[in-house]
């Protein structure tokens, strides 16, 4: 039994073939894809972390600022 049918297009927006999946491998496919997708997802998120943690580390604390009641922001 053909679970999917995937069909090839050319440049001329022609079609050149229809591939078509067996359950198993439309299986393995799909895995895959999803095992790609979520190790992307988490590396960026590893990265988009380490940005804000470098940046966090650049900016003053609060004893490090200076405060003057009477000065206004």
């Not at 679970?3 to 090839?8: D, Q, R, S, T």
């Not at 299986?27 to 380490?50: E, M, P, R």
């Amino acid at each position: 039994m053909r679970i999917l049918e995937v069909p090839l297009i050319d440049k001329d927006d022609n079609i050149t073939a229809i591939v078509q999946l067996k359950m198993e491998e439309a299986q393995t496919l799909l895995q895959f894809a999803l095992n790609f997708l979520a190790s992307s997802g988490l590396a960026v998120n590893y990265a988009i972390k380490d940005k804000i943690d470098e940046e966090a580390d650049d900016r003053p604390t609060q004893l490090d600022m200076d405060f003057d009641p009477t000065k206004l922001n």
